[in-house]
């Protein structure tokens, strides 16, 4: 299986299409896949090239300003939809390179990829495709990228929720996680579920009503007609 994996892998499949390939849960291939990129990873923890952030990304969050966490954009209106990347040397001219889309008002991470291993050329044209639909992006501290992403994982779990199966295989580019975050999620300190164009909106605020009544969060669904955005 492991061997399997490997080979699709190298031929740039995500870890869902591995699993629709392999006719398995997604749930068994995301540890081979961050076992096999282990294997080629120097021992100890590599160093980290580049992190950057959209811009925006602090709007509706309470942050602590002892951090010195700066947004340089905000009021961009990004709903609290934050991408982070973030790339680790992989070599002498090599990155291995992770992308994170956290909803940092309700449900965590929603998305996941990578580890990719790319050229600075190649990271920087997918760098500019990754931030594509937002105002900008904007370098930031891994401490930064660390608070932002497991933080709101720790957020969505009080809510009910869990990462998308495609984060373990990434969650280690981010560095080791052993603190509260700095950030208050929620939008100004509430839960506020905003649907997504492949969200079940259903299921969410079912899941979100197990534990908050209706007039401790807000939300704003659509219809089913609704056409992706």
């Known amino acids: 299986m492991k061997d399997r994996v490997r080979e ?32 080629s990873a120097p021992t100890g923890e590599p160093e980290v090239v580049g992190c950057w952030i959209n811009t925006g990304w602090s ?12 947004d340089e954009a905000p009021g961009s209106g990004v709903d609290g939809m934050v991408c982070v990347l973030v790339a680790r040397r992989h070599g002498y001219d090599r990155m291995a390179v992770s992308g994170y889309l956290a909803d940092v008002y309700c449900l965590g991470v929603k998305n996941a990829i990578g580890p990719d291993v790319l050229d600075e050329r190649e990271l920087r044209r997918f760098r500019e495709y990754f931030f594509g639909e937002y105002a900008g992006y904007q370098e930031a501290p891994i401490d930064l990228a660390r608070h932002l992403v497991l933080g709101s994982i720790d957020y969505a779990r009080t809510l009910g929720f869990e990462p998308d199966e495609e984060f373990e295989p990434v969650a280690g580019a981010l560095g080791a996680w052993e603190e509260k975050s700095a950030i208050t999620f929620g939008r100004d300190g509430r839960p506020f579920y905003m649907q997504g164009p492949h ?29 992706a955005r």
């Open 8 to 39: 699709l892998r190298l031929q740039g499949r995500s870890p869902k299409e591995i699993a629709r390939a392999l006719k398995v849960a997604p749930s068994v291939v995301a540890p081979l896949v961050r076992a096999i990129a282990a294997e």
């Open 59 to 70: 709007d509706g969050l309470n942050v602590d300003p002892a951090r010195g966490w700066v």
């Open 199 to 227: 969200d079940d909106a259903a299921k969410v605020l079912r899941i979100l009503r197990r534990t908050l009544s209706d007039d401790e969060f807000d939300h704003v669904t659509v219809s089913p007609g609704w056409p």
